[in-house]
Structures are given as C-alpha cells and as structure tokens.
C-alpha cells in the first residue's frame, strides 16, 4: 500500500532499503528499479500495470485520430468533394508522414515532462484534429490545401506511440518488457480498426444515403477528456526515466540501430501503411463490400485488417520473450511475403474473399512481427553493450537509456512506412491502373527484409551470436 501527501515525500510500505520506493507530489516516484525482486513483487507490478492501462487507452486514442482519414477519405465523393485520385492518397498518407516526423521530439518529452504529465499533454493535443476534422469536411468547399493542413494534424496520434513506448519500458523489467511493449502498441494499434468500425457506423446511422461526416471527429472528444483526466488521476512520472540528447547521439551511432530501424519500416510500416489504405483499395477493387449495410447504418469490412493485425501484436512480443526476437521475425517477413505474393495472385480472379483472406495473412503477420521486431531493440542493445544474457538482462542503466532513446528513434522511422506504402499503391495505381506492380514489390521487399535479419541477428559468428536477441 502506497500513501502520499501534497507536501512531503513518502516512502512505500512494506519495503527496506534500497528497494523503498518514495512518492514526491506530482505523482513523482524515486528509486524505481523494476529489476528488484522484491520490490517488483511486493509494489511494483501493481503499479506498472496501472500505468500501463492508461498508456494504452491514451494511445489508443491518438492511433485512432492518426487514422481518421484513411476513412474519412472513402466517403468525401458522396459528401460532395472532388479530389481526384493523387489527392485522396495524399490525405490518406499525409498523417503518417508528420506522426512518424513527431516521433522523434516526442521521444525525449518523458524525460523532459515525466510520463504522466506527458500523457496528458499529448491526449489534449489530440482535440485540435479532431475538431478540426469534424469542422473541415462539414463543408464541401473546403479546399484541397486546408484539407491537407487539417490532414497533418491528424499526426499528432501518431507521434504518441514513440514516447508512450518509451515510458513503457521504464517500467517493465527486461524479461517482461516484450509482453508489456506489445500490449501497449497493441492496444494503440487496435484504435485503427475501431476506428474503422465505428466512424462508418456513426456517420451513416439514419436514413441509408445521408452522411453526416463531421461526427468522424466529434465523436471522439468526450473519450479524449477522459485519457487526459485518467492520466491526471491514475499515472505517474519516474524521476530516473532518463533518455538525454547524449543517449540518443550515442544510439544513432549504434548501426544496429538502423538495421532495426529498417526491420520496423518493414513490420510496423507495414500495419499502418495497409490499414491506412485498405478501406480505399477495397473501395477500388470491390465497391460492393465497401460498405456493408446494418440496418440504418453501414460498415465497412476494411476493420479485420487492423484487428487481426492488433491483436498478433503481443503474440509477436511473447513468442520473441520465448524463442527470440530475430526467429520470430524472420518468419513474419516470411508471411508477409507468401501472403503479399497471393495478393497478387487474386487481384485479376476479382474474388473479394480471397483478397481479404490474403491481406489477412499479412496483417497477422506485420503485427507479429510488429513486437518481435520491437522485443529484439533493448536485447540488442543489451548484447552490444557486453551483457551475456542480454535477452533476461537489459545491461546498464546507460544501456537503458541509450535503448528508451533507440525505442523511440526506431518507432519514428519505422513509422514512414505508414506514408510509403500508400504512396507506392497510389503510384501504382496512376501510372499502371491498377496495385499489382507496387504488391510484388512489397514481396520482394519482404525477401529482402527476412535475408537481412537472419544475416545480423542469426547468423554463426555476428556480433549478436547466441545471444538469443
């Protein structure tokens, strides 16, 4: 049992020494140390796992603004817009441009702020594109460039994930943070499919025909409050989370910090990339199960890619505290190329089911390999700083704060899949009429990306060998 006063720090009960931990006001905790047996056991797991509940229904939010216009998008011609095809690609891949740019300062606002203060900073900033929204595509004469400004915006959500993880690890000891890490994305990640579920939903409920697109944004405002008031009441700050400008200039000299780097385009790119532009694609491919109708309402089937997706993130992470972080991988790219390659192979039968049970199989095998990739950062990490049993042991506290600054970095870059993807189908799709040519590069892509892995990361005599990264 913890108690604390406005005034005064307080000491946890229950513990002695150097375990104790202290609360300071601010809901600022000292002597944090996840590693100790006894104080994980005795009050740290308990308050880990607060924290990490609202983590990720913060981040939850911010992945479902960061998506709004993959679906938005599908519905601005019968609301009365007219952008042509460059346009709603532009839309759609826009958000993760600037999420994925936002990563990296957001990286360093835990340190900076504390992990409960920055939530709360962070989930507000999520109001502006979500009104923004709901007042912009009221108007079918807003023009093109005030669409995209608003568009960007959208980027906000996606710049949460880099310092929501980071504040995660801090939390976690090193033999459970490949679980921890992959409920947090996972919880982020599955705000895509509901926000594909429910936006069609909302903005069609009445009369079959009559949109009323601006609840796309609005409707999400009274759950944002809510993140800010629950990281208000129930999150706290770690005075030793740590991740300085020298940590992080100490990571990018890391070269396995690009490799990794590259790893996650391929994963976690892949996930957002695709499930950003999968309701348009179905849309294209086949109109008729783009909108399924539910009574009054209709609903698009684009949402069991971001959900599949979602939920084989913490598998991915699990598998990878089991057997590895690299095994694991490689056998997603594995996946994601079978499953890109019989994409392909559908695309001219014009079969819908088979097209959805092809994508399905990538989108299981991008949010696999979405947390092994990200279990395998602090395990390299860890085995590059000398440490033996780096997949138990994650090394220094240098170490972890040189791996927080990799986190962040890697989730940053990683992200830019999320705007190339979309970007490669659209070129596809203008210059050749249709998405083949881009998907069988995505396959080759995927070869490329498995050889790369098992070369660094399995191979006899790498610098990582048997280290189990």
Do not use: C
């Amino acid at each position: 049992m913890t108690t604390t006063t406005a005034a005064t720090p307080t000491a946890t009960t229950g513990q002695t020494g150097a375990s104790a931990l202290v609360h300071r006001p601010g809901r600022w905790i000292d002597n944090w140390n996840p590693e100790n047996t006894e104080q994980w056991n005795s009050v740290g797991k308990a308050i880990a796992s607060r924290n990490l509940r609202w983590s990720i229904f913060a981040e939850f939010l911010g992945f479902i603004v960061w998506q709004l216009w993959s679906i938005v998008v599908v519905q601005l011609p019968a609301a009365g817009f007219t952008f042509d095809t460059g346009q709603i690609f532009w839309l759609i891949s826009i958000p993760s441009l600037v999420g994925a740019t936002l990563r990296f300062p957001y990286t360093f606002m835990v340190p900076r702020f504390g992990g409960r203060n920055w939530t709360m900073i962070s989930a507000a900033l999520l109001l502006i594109p979500a009104i923004a929204l709901g007042i912009a595509v009221g108007n079918p004469s807003t023009p093109f460039p005030v669409m995209l400004l608003i568009a960007a915006l959208g980027g906000f959500g996606g710049g949460n994930f880099a310092s929501s993880m980071s504040n995660i690890t801090f939390f976690y000891p090193q033999r459970e943070k490949g679980y921890a890490l992959g409920l947090n994305a996972a919880g982020g990640n599955l705000g895509v499919s509901v926000a594909q579920i429910v936006v069609p939903l909302a903005i069609t409920l009445g009369a079959v025909g009559t949109l009323n697109l601006p609840l796309a944004g609005w409707i999400w405002i009274p759950f944002i409050l809510l993140a800010i008031f629950g990281a208000y009441k129930y999150m706290d700050n770690l005075s030793n989370a740590k991740s300085d400008f020298a940590a992080s200039l100490a990571a990018v000299r890391e070269p396995h910090l690009w490799i990794l780097a590259l790893l996650y385009i391929g994963t976690f790119g892949s996930f957002i990339g695709f499930a950003s532009v999968f309701p348009k694609l179905i849309a294209d491919q086949f109109p008729a199960y783009s909108a399924l109708h539910v009574g009054a309402a209709a609903i698009s089937l684009a949402f069991l890619g971001a959900l599949v997706g979602s939920v084989s993130r913490p598998f991915g992470g699990k598998l990878a505290d089991r057997f590895g972080g690299a095994v694991v991988t490689v056998a997603a790219f594995g996946v994601m190329a079978v499953g890109a390659l019989a994409v392909v192979w559908v695309l001219p039968v014009g079969n819908f089911w088979a097209f959805l049970g092809a994508f399905l199989v990538i989108f299981v095998a991008t949010g696999v390999g979405n947390g092994s990739t990200y279990r395998m950062i602090p395990s390299v990490f860890a085995a590059r700083s000398g440490v033996r049993d780096a997949h138990r042991n994650s090394g220094s506290v240098d170490t972890q704060r040189k791996t927080a600054a990799a986190l962040g970095i890697i989730s940053a870059v990683g992200a830019y899949g999320g705007f190339i993807i979309p970007q490669v189908l659209g070129l596809s799709k203008t210059s050749t009429g249709d998405y083949s040519s881009a998907i069988f590069g995505f396959v080759v892509a995927y070869l490329v990306l498995m050889s790369i892995t098992a070369f660094f990361y399995l191979r006899r005599g790498s610098s990582v060998a048997g280290q189990r990264v």
